[in-house]
Nanobody
Framework: QVQLVESGGGLVQTGDSLRLSCVSS????????MGWFRQAPGKEQLIVAG????????HYADSVKGRFTISRDNAKNTVYLQMNDLKPEDTAVYYC???????????????????WGQGTQVTVSS
């Protein structure tokens, strides 16, 4: 397991942008698939975006396609989520997750990820 620390959340207005960052402790970051999940009050936790360890595979929830971009910098042990054109329905706690993978696969379900950050709140006002 690795320790994950998210940052970059905040209160913004509709149409604004935010960039979330997630820094991983330890070595071998390049062996981990990374995912961003979010959970709004009273709703289930869902994947927002994911990126394989080699960055050759990415996944986006339909609701964020064209607005959000996931990327990673293995030299900095960091994964990013650039969020543009934010909408009130994007309001949630955003969690970073990591899963060690032997090949460059991309898990999409929350139960497939073993390491989780503490979450960062994103609030989009209308």
């Amino acid at each position: 397991q690795v320790q994950l620390v998210e940052s970059g959340g905040g209160l913004v207005q509709t149409g604004d942008s935010l960039r979330l960052s997630c820094v991983s402790s330890g070595s071998s970051f390049n062996m981990y698939a990374m995912g961003w999940f979010r959970q709004a009050p009273g709703k289930e936790q869902l994947i927002v975006a994911g990126i394989s360890r080699d960055a050759d595979k990415t996944h986006y929830a339909d609701s964020v396609k064209g607005r959000f971009t996931i990327s990673r910098d293995n030299a900095k042990n960091t994964v990013y989520l650039q969020m543009n054109d934010l909408k009130p329905e994007d309001t949630a706690v955003y969690y970073c997750a990591a899963q060690f993978t032997l090949t460059s696969v991309l898990p999409l379900a929350s139960y497939e990820y073993r390491s989780w950050g503490q979450g960062t709140q994103v609030t989009v006002s209308s």
